[in-house]
């Protein structure tokens, strides 16, 4: 998952406080699955080489190889609210093999990380399976394995390129032997917190953006949900397009790159949006049916004085 994607995610609700790693230095694709190599933001020392791969329930699949040699799996699902550090019980079964009782811990509000040290029991397994089957708090996710033959040797060997070489069994040698080129500048704390609080601020206006539009136009509108949500998205088009110039100045992006990614993080807020839209209809209309109807007052006969 690039950091980007990331950062989008994280202003417009779906992955708050992430922690970000700068990357990827080196990026790798291998089917379904991207990632790189990335470096720690603090220390701009190499870090970690990480793979992810999307599913149609929206949920994500992220592989991590570290340099010491050990590996783990990050199960993201964006409708989580998690407390970062929390820790949870996981059970992991690859096709009928298992199951593996691990415990993980919430990196980001909405992603949950297990790591596992470099044994061929577990590796064996996630690469040789075809399907990967996660038991979180009393929730049972399933992950179709495409490409995973290769796809560890692929990560141990983007660390190695970075930390040193790798064995034929997928270990890494960790000796330093062809370090990445370090950075010509140290990172600048002040710019790295002055670009998440310009980013903060955009995410914030735009959420009350899209909160006003909703009190203001949802309750009086007869428009069909789709299109109801498209008018709501539209009317804070302009905040989406203040993202662009922004991004593009401080991420260093293309206009079509920077352009693709937020399109892609407002088709995620649309479908949110056009959910509460229909919530609040269905509610609505449950209220009104709830409620008794008054009984007409009895008229009287006309009084003619006789």
Known sequence: MSRIYLI????????????????????????NWSGGSYT???TGNFSHCVAQ????????????VFPDGSWGLGFAEPNWTLTIGSRFSVQIY?????????????????????????????????????VLY?????????????????????LY?????????????????????????PPTAKPNSEIEAARNRMTEQLGKEYSDCIDNEMKTDVPYSTEGAETLAQVVI???????????????????????????????????????????????????NKAIINTPSEKPADKKAPETGL
């Open 157 to 181: 060997s983007c660390v190695a390129q970075a930390m040193g070489t790798a064995s034929d069994d997928g270990s890494v040698d960790t000796t330093p032997k062809s370090k990445m080129p």
């Open 94 to 130: 690859f096709d009928k093999f298992g199951p593996f009782d691990v415990s993980g811990t919430a990196r980001t509000t909405s992603m949950i990380f297990v790591q596992f040290p470099n044994s061929t029991e577990i590796k064996n397994a996630f690469r040789n399976g075809s």
């Open 8 to 31: 989008v995610l994280a202003l417009l609700g779906f992955l708050p406080g992430y922690a970000f790693a700068k990357g990827p230095i080196v990026p790798l694709q291998l089917g």
């Open 134 to 154: 996660v038991n979180i708090a009393d929730k049972r996710f399933n992950f179709a394995l495409t490409n995973t033959q290769s796809l560890l040797p692929t």
């Open 234 to 284: 539209t009317k804070c088009d302009h905040i989406a397009a203040k993202f662009v110039e922004t991004w593009i100045v401080l991420f260093e992006l293309s206009r079509s790159e920077a352009e693709r990614i937020i399109n892609t993080a407002l088709e995620k807020r649309k479908k949110i949006i056009l959910a509460d839209i229909v919530s609040f209809r269905a509610a609505l």
């Open 40 to 42: 720690d933001d603090n």
């Open 53 to 64: 791969a999307k599913y149609v329930s929206g949920q994500y699949l992220l592989v991590s």
